[in-house]
């Protein structure tokens, strides 16, 4: 079965800086999809970035990037240029390209600080 | 705003009762997924269903079940409640079953007093 780890329960960084979540997934698949989510205090899960594993190229969307290492199995997030609105759980979930579900880990909490 | 639209966004009932959670997809979607977080067991997965048709199952009580209708919205329903059934209840949605990103909406919050 596949799992989705996230080590770190919680995060910190300075507004402008630069921080880094980690993910760590075990599958024995070849073809399957990686997302950050983002859970702000008005709990709605807002979709952030994602990564197709058969692309080598890592997923960019503005602020947030992804380093992805299929051989490793680690999909980490960047955010640079935190603000004050990146505080935030952030989820770290993959899906199999032959099931629907998303399996997600037990995410890290971001502080932002002034 | 996704697109997915939950009611009611909060509940309060009591032990034993019954609740019906409900879920409007993305416009387009065919594809309507629950989801529950609670404190002690993170985001898991309930069900899935496809066009009207239930497609997974996932870590779901007997206590509940799931439906999705013809215009593909979908009802949750939750019955014999008790106190560990208290959660935030997302319901999701995705064009198809093929990899595409799957939508949360804001999710319903079940309190069981």
């Known amino acids: 079965a596949q799992t989705v780890t996230q080590s770190q329960p919680e995060m910190s960084v300075q507004e402008a800086e630069t921080v880094t979540l980690s993910c760590t997934y075990d599958t024995s698949e070849s073809d399957y999809y990686l997302f950050w989510y983002k859970q702000p205090p008005s709990r709605q899960m807002i979709l952030v970035i994602r990564?197709?594993?058969?692309?080598?190229q890592n997923a960019t969307e503005n602020r947030f990037s992804v380093n992805f290492q299929k051989a490793a199995k680690s999909f980490s997030l960047k955010i640079s240029d935190s603000q004050l609105g990146d505080a935030a759980m952030y989820f770290c979930a993959y899906r199999s390209d032959n099931t629907d579900k998303l399996i997600f880990g037990t995410g890290t909490r971001l502080q932002v600080f002034p | 705003d996704s697109g997915v639209t939950q009611t009611p966004k909060h509940l309060i009932t009591a032990t034993g009762q019954r609740v019906t959670l409900r879920c409007s997809p993305r416009?387009?979607?065919?594809?309507v997924y629950w989801y529950q977080q609670s404190l002690d067991q993170g985001l898991q997965f309930l069900i899935q269903y496809y066009n009207g048709e239930e497609r997974a199952k996932g870590n779901i009580l007997e206590r509940f079940s799931a439906q999705q209708f013809p215009d593909l919205h979908s009802e949750l329903n939750l019955s014999s409640l008790e106190l560990g059934d208290s959660a935030l209840y997302f319901c999701?949605?995705?064009?198809?079953?093929?990899?595409?990103?799957?939508?949360f909406g804001e999710g319903s919050w079940l309190t069981v007093v």
């Open positions: 990564q197709e594993a058969y692309k080598q």
């Open positions: 999701a949605s995705s064009v198809d079953i093929s990899g595409n990103t799957i939508y």
């Open positions: 416009s387009g979607d065919l594809s």
